[in-house]
């Protein structure tokens, strides 16, 4: 029985879909465990580009069971137009199960969402405006809905009578915006249920069955470890738990059930949204890294803030989520800069901080104390092994895991599936013949992909499908 968790360390979109569907080849069920479609995961399979906000990222394979958890708040609506855009491109999403527990997304939720935002103009989280916080609240004062309630008209009503009287006052009285009509919003939320009713299932059940036949089962996280709701930049976080003890409440398993988790980082730093950022660069260095790195969501659009690597919080982080290994993304982007500087520590009124959390008024004034790389020039885009790897960008790695305290097994240069290189699950200094390489990949990778990285998008089609 074993059980991997896929987790963001930073500030989200680090690459968490490369690295999920990269990891899925080999499982049998892949897990999206919070999150709602504020997430958009982006893989790439040959010169197709699949963006993906609420399906798990495994559902490019036809023999995975995409399950979305409980701990996941689900717009019906942007659930159904997913799944038509992927059948359109002869993705199967008959398989795809949602877990009758997950919280729905209702018209109010993002209303209220955007209403909030608004109200605090320009002083607010910089939420992606996708009813997410809300839709959470409700949750936690257990006035939400679930997905399970939209196969149940007698229930739904109930669960709608109650809550929607109150929407409706925060709504006209706070906001001054028009209340929602109660029945149009039950007649919708039905019809959302009759088009989803062969996908709603108790997928703790399914999950477990699954665990217990002995299939390997993949969660994937959204956001990241930054944003988490009690690990993150509180309140300029999101509403659920990225870290990777999410994944047990919200997917469905037990602690001991995860035999791996992966940390998933950039080889810089990005964040979308307000909040602070030590490390952000605004001159020509950030402007780099937006470019090079095409650094705007993919569910907002917005121009992400980017900055260097920060170990302060990683370090955190890989504490938080007892990493075991992790991939590092778009190392590819740093080609060209003369020099790469990590943050290892804060100078704040004269102290030198290197321990996450600190405080937010702490981090406002915080100055990074920089380790210095030298940069490199070549084009990694084409490199599949380390010896591909210039020396500079192999000392970056090697310097990285030093102050991360956690070995890079996986090595992303570009969006493609098949560019990656595998480490090692031991630090590079230690690396030692081709055997020796060769056993460490197996003890890494477990039962996780054992075919070599196939980059066909034949994969991706379902069978029979064109
Ligand atoms: P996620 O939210 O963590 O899944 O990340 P996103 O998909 O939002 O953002 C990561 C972006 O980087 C996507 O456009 C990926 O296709 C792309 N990407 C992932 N890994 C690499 C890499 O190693 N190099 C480059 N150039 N792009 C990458
Ligand atoms: P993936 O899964 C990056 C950010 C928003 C905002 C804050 C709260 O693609 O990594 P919310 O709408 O969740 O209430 O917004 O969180 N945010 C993300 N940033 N990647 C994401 O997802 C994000 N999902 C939310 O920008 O700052
Ligand atoms: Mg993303």
Excluded at 106 to 130: C, F, K, N, W
Excluded at 217 to 242: C, F, I, K, R
Excluded at 405 to 427: D, F, H, K, W, Y
Aim: aromatic share 4%.
């Amino acid at each position: 029985m074993a059980a991997t968790v896929v987790v963001g360390l930073q500030w989200g979109d680090e690459g968490k879909g490369k690295t999920t569907d990269l990891l899925a080849e080999s499982v049998s069920h892949v897990v999206r465990y919070q999150g709602g479609d504020n997430a958009g995961h982006t893989v790439v399979l040959a010169d197709e580009v699949f963006k993906l906000h609420l399906v798990p990222s495994g559902v490019l394979y036809p023999h995975i069971t995409p399950v979305v958890g409980s701990g996941v708040v689900v717009n019906p609506e942007t659930l159904l137009a997913e799944m038509a855009t992927l059948a359109e491109r002869g993705v199967d999403t008959a398989r795809i199960r949602v877990s009758d527990a997950a919280h729905v997304i209702m018209p109010y939720h993002v209303t209220l969402d955007r209403a909030s935002e608004a109200r605090l103009a320009g002083g607010g989280i910089g939420t992606t405006q996708r009813g997410i916080g809300p839709a959470y609240a409700d949750r936690a004062s257990r006035t939400g809905v679930r997905m399970g309630d939209l196969l149940d008209p007698d229930g739904l009503r109930a669960r709608l009578e109650r809550a929607v009287p109150e929407k409706n006052a925060i709504l006209v009285h706070v906001h001054g915006l028009e209340p929602f009509d109660l029945d149009a919003l039950y007649d919708q939320a039905i019809a959302w249920g009759e088009r989803l009713r062969e996908h709603i299932v108790d997928t703790v059940g399914l999950v477990q069955r699954a665990l217990a036949e002995g299939d390997h089962v993949l969660l994937e996280g959204a956001q990241g470890t930054l944003l988490d709701l009690d690990h993150g930049t509180y309140p300029y976080v999101t509403s659920s738990n990225p870290v990777a003890g999410g994944a047990c409440t919200g997917g469905g398993i037990g602690p001991l059930q995860v035999d791996q988790v992966i940390g998933v980082l950039k080889a810089y730093s990005t964040r979308v949204g307000s909040g602070p950022f030590p490390t952000e660069l605004t001159d020509h260095r950030g402007r780099h890294l937006v470019e090079k790195g095409h650094e705007f969501g993919t569910t907002t659009g917005r121009r992400r803030r980017c900055g260097w690597l920060d170990a302060v919080p990683l370090r955190y982080a890989i504490a938080v989520n007892s990493v075991s290994s992790m991939m590092v993304n778009k190392l590819d982007i740093l080609s060209g800069l003369p020099e790469v500087q990590v943050c290892v520590g804060y100078r704040i009124d004269g102290r030198i901080v290197d321990e996450w959390p600190v405080r937010a008024g702490d981090l406002a004034r915080a100055e990074p104390v920089y380790e210095t790389f030298h940069g490199w020039e070549a084009d990694l885009r084409g490199a599949r092994r380390l010896q591909d790897l210039p020396h500079e960008a192999l000392a970056y790695l090697d310097g990285l895991e030093a102050l991360a305290g956690a070995p890079i097994a996986l090595v992303s240069v570009g969006p493609e599936r098949t560019q990656t290189i595998v480490r090692s699950e031991q630090p590079a200094r230690t690396i030692g013949t081709a055997g020796e390489q060769d056993a460490s990949k197996r003890r890494l990778l477990g039962r996780l992909p054992r075919r070599p990285i196939a980059g066909s998008v034949a994969t991706a089609r379902a069978p029979g499908a064109g």
